[in-house]
């Protein structure tokens, strides 16, 4: 069954602290992506990824970053990390290409305190 | 102005019900329109999708695309209570860099059994 694995569930950070979240997909996609969902909100797209080295801010990337070293692996990083970052964060990748059907992980539940 | 407007909810309804579930858009540019469910602490899943305008059935869902009047319309008969999620609709185009789609902010559905 193919898969995004999210590493963790639930993280708790204090304000000011440095966060990484890791993403692996292994279907061998091309397109990965970062969204955070917060009630009213719906999903926003934080950075996008097409190419291995290749990244591209979406609708709210301030604050983050994110890096993509090898094609299965895309990592959202939290420079440092505030309160209004407390959010669910979701992964998803698709092959390029494809206009739908997004397999998403089950995400990331990070509280900022 | 939101590219994508859905019905926020939350729907409550009772087992059996038909359900309408309802989204709205702007962009004349969006070809493809997807439902995707999400169970509680769970990433999205596809749904169903849609190329253009017209219907699709599968099972007790379908989909409902009016591409005149930049609408579309999720249908579910004979609701369950296992359909309880909430219910984003999402769209894209040709001209969509890198596959990114657009989201509603979702709709939180119950049925009560």
């Known amino acids: 069954d193919v898969k995004v694995t999210q590493s963790s569930r639930y993280l708790v950070k204090r304000t000011g602290e440095k966060v990484f979240l890791e993403c692996v997909q292994d279907m061998d996609h091309e397109n990965m992506f970062w969204y955070r969902q917060d009630p009213g909100l719906g999903l926003r797209l934080i950075y996008f990824?097409?190419?291995?080295?290749?990244?591209e801010k979406g609708d709210i990337p301030e604050g983050y970053s994110v890096s993509r070293e090898k094609k299965e692996r895309f990592s959202l990083i939290l420079e440092s990390a505030s309160t209004n970052q407390t959010s669910m964060y979701l992964c998803?990748?698709?092959?390029?290409?494809?206009?739908?059907?997004?397999?998403f992980g089950s995400g990331t539940r990070l509280t900022v305190v | 102005q939101k590219e994508v407007e859905q019905d926020p909810g939350p729907l409550s309804v009772p087992e059996g019900a038909i359900v309408s579930l309802n989204c709205t858009y702007s962009n004349s540019a969006f070809q493809y329109f997807m439902w995707y469910r999400q169970y509680s602490r769970k990433g999205p899943e596809l749904l169903m999708y849609?190329?253009?305008?017209g219907n699709k059935e599968d099972g007790r869902f379908t989909a409902q695309v009016d591409k005149s009047s930049k609408y579309i319309s999720l249908f579910i008969r004979d609701s369950q209570p296992s359909d309880s999620a909430t219910y984003l609709c999402a769209m894209s185009g040709k001209e969509t860099s890198g596959s990114r789609l657009t989201f509603g902010e979702g709709t939180q559905l119950t049925v009560n059994p």
């Open positions: 998803a990748s698709i092959a390029r290409g494809r206009l739908y059907g997004y397999t």
């Open positions: 990824s097409y190419d291995v080295k290749m990244k």
């Open positions: 849609t190329y253009s305008s």
